[in-house]
């Protein structure tokens, strides 16, 4: 990398190095070549081309370009889009793509070199970066995208408020990692996607991070992984109001700063929220009323959402991977057990899994921890999983309203004999619908005797027709 951008800082010397003699003969070889024939439109597809395909560290395509000849450069210099993306922590560099982007957005990326090429003279990436802040400073209204991002394990870098002063009208895509700039500066506005990693705001609140959102009406995504911010008393506002945020990621923060923003951020009803060491942050989900278990091929997802006047609300989401060196059924155990203990689920009315194999849990164990599920639990799901499965569900003393089997093995005589049983607990209440779905081993005379059981509703759909009434449920 550094020998590139040596040689684009020679590059004007080597030129004017060429003999005078030389110049018209290599200009009419070059010219004698099919692919300077090309139209214009061409070479700037194939620039733009290039441009994608390029990786993140290489140099923008227009200094690769324009060292191939004259005609080249007067091409790429003529199109100012290909100057728009400011990716070399080199002087010259930026003061160029300043110059031939025009007026366009600007996409300021610009990432430690020092991740990927380890060189004991090249200069401290902090010197790097504030080396080029006084031209990046002069086209500040037209940032569109700023990343600055710091080598692993690098120091995190503080900025000085004055130097992002000014104002960013433009600037909707804001990536720190180790780069720590004051939530007092106005880039912390009108921002669509905000990612802060590993940034040092020891020194600011969790209450000064909520007046910067607050700032940004139409963030879609934050990410927060391993931000240092200092805790503060309870937001004696009205939530943060932000209408399309879709997607939260945290990891690695402090726990009452992770409760502070999830109380105090009101988003979008089609939240999705990522908290791979979120365990410990339990407060926020109080509002969850149904939670889903579903085993995929190396993981299990558990959703937490909420149903209310503004539709389906995912409020949490975690994937966790299953661990290899533990048998299945008691990574099951130790995942619902954490999951169900350590969150302070008070409002659960539907639970449901989906997809676990019979070996996942015994019965033994669900019923040794049927204590961890809330009482206010009303509808029990049960979806593709296997007949131990269904057996050690079934076991679980839910006051149950609803029970819903959809593609189970389930023995359809057992399953009478368990009707027949809750009945007589009072204190079970009364199961009002039973809804079984594509469950081939509940023959016709099962199906007759379960109509015949205490449950007022007891309805049994076949493939053929499951479509149709999977709205009537």
Known sequence: MQDQITALKASDIDAASISPIDVPVRSRRNHLTPIYRLPDDIYISLFDILQNDRGPLEPSVIWAVSQVSRLWRQIAFNTPKLSCIINVLAREFVDRCIAYSRNLPLDIILRDRRCVISNPTELPFESEVRDVIPSLISCISRWRVLELQQADGGTSISVRDNLFAGCTPKLRYL?????????????????????????????????????????????????????????????????????????????????????????????????????????????????????????????????????????????????????????????????????????????????????????????????????????????????????????ARLCLPFPLERLSIVNCSVDGEQLVLWLTTRASRDWLGKLSVLRLVDCDSVGDGAVERLKGTPVEDVRVVRSECSASSEDGY
Request: charged share 15%; proline share 6%.
């Open 175 to 391: 990536h720190l990692n180790g780069v720590s700039i004051p939530f007092s500066t106005p880039v912390y506005s009108n921002l669509v996607s905000l990612c802060l990693e590993f940034v040092d705001h020891t020194l600011s609140t969790s209450t000064d991070f909520l007046r910067s959102l607050k700032a940004c009406p139409l963030l879609e995504h934050l990410h927060l992984q391993g931000a240092l911010i200092g805790q503060a008393g309870p937001w004696d506002k009205p939530p943060v109001h932000l209408p399309h945020l879709r997607y939260i990621y945290i990891e690695g923060i402090d726990d009452e700063v992770t409760l502070h923003l999830l109380c105090d951020i009101g988003p979008s009803h089609e939240l999705q929220l990522a908290m791979p060491d979120g365990y410990n942050v339990i407060h926020h989900v109080h509002r969850i009323d149904a939670l889903h278990f579903k085993a995929q091929d190396d993981s299990i997802l558990v959703e937490g959402t909420l149903h209310d006047s503004q539709g389906k609300r995912t409020l949490m989401s975690l994937q966790c991977e299953v661990c290899t060196s533990m048998p299945f059924e008691h990574f099951t155990t130790c995942l619902f057990c954490t999951v169900l203990y350590q969150f302070l689920f008070t409002d659960i009315k539907t639970l449901s899994f989906e997809c676990f194999p019979g070996d996942a849990i015994c019965t033994g164990q669900w019923t040794a921890m049927h204590t961890a599920f809330p009482v206010t639990v009303e509808c029990l799901e049960i979806t593709a999983c296997g007949a131990d499965v269904v057996k």
